[in-house]
């Protein structure tokens, strides 16, 4: 599901539009941290969509949880 990238951030391969799969990345993520309301782009509150520490690029984003 992940991409991990040289500058260690790692990219959500799954794509912008798959929000299943976004909801199930968060619910296994232990760093998970609901970015503020005003932000949210996922009807389910825990979503990597949702997530303090999500990039948008063109096609995806990218976590940089891990850098």
Do not use: I
């Not at 391969?13 to 619910?27: K, L, T, V, Y």
């Not at 520490?53 to 850098?67: G, N």
């Amino acid at each position: 599901m992940w991409l991990d990238l040289e500058n260690g951030t790692r990219q959500f391969n799954p794509g912008r539009q798959n929000d299943e799969a976004a909801a199930q990345a968060a619910q296994q993520c232990g760093k998970f941290h609901a970015d503020d309301e005003d932000e949210w782009v996922a009807d389910e509150e825990v979503s990597c969509f949702n997530c303090r520490y999500r990039r948008w690029t063109v096609e995806t984003f990218h976590c940089l949880r891990t850098v």
